[in-house]
């Protein structure tokens, strides 16, 4: 029977060995791998979170002067509208002087 259990002490002690080497193995890999990634992880959120941010503050950018946009091509063509009818009536101008030679104004 002594020589059963110094076996299992033996068996006992290669397992404790073992566990603890596992163990430290373990503990290197959370410390080298996972602390890291979990940091990179929430370092990404943060970004992703300021990033929508940024986006949704361009959108509203864009919409501001998409409408500015809008409102100045409407004055443009209000510009346009009002020198044709300028260049049509300076246009009118001899005929009308002509016409009022004619009638001896």
Same mark, same amino acid.
Request: include cysteine; glycine fraction near 6%.
């Given at each position: 029977?002594?020589?059963?259990?110094? @076996?299992?002490?033996?068996?006992?002690? $290669?397992?404790?060995?073992?566990?603890? *080497?596992? /163990? +430290?193995? #373990?503990? !290197?890999?959370?410390?080298?791998?996972?602390?890291?990634?979990?940091?990179?992880?929430?370092?990404?959120?943060?970004? @992703?979170?300021?990033?929508?941010?940024? $986006?949704?503050?361009?959108?509203?950018? *864009?919409? /501001? +002067?998409? #409408?500015? !946009?809008?409102?100045?091509?409407?004055?443009?063509?209000?510009?346009?509208?009002?020198?044709?009818?300028?260049?049509?009536?300076?246009?009118?101008?001899?005929?009308?002087?002509?016409?009022?030679?004619?009638?001896?104004?």
């Amino acid at each position: 029977m002594r020589r059963k259990e110094l @076996i299992d002490m033996e068996v006992l002690q $290669i397992c404790v060995s073992v566990s603890v *080497i596992v /163990a +430290t193995l #373990g503990s !290197l890999a959370v410390f080298a791998i996972v602390r890291p990634l979990n940091q990179s992880n929430k370092d990404l959120r943060d970004m @992703i979170k300021e990033l929508r941010g940024l $986006i949704n503050e361009l959108r509203i950018d *864009i919409k /501001a +002067t998409s #409408g500015r !946009l809008n409102r100045l091509e409407g004055e443009v063509h209000e510009l346009k509208y009002g020198m044709q009818k300028a260049h049509d009536r300076l246009d009118a101008l001899p005929k009308e002087a002509a016409a009022h030679e004619r009638l001896g104004h």
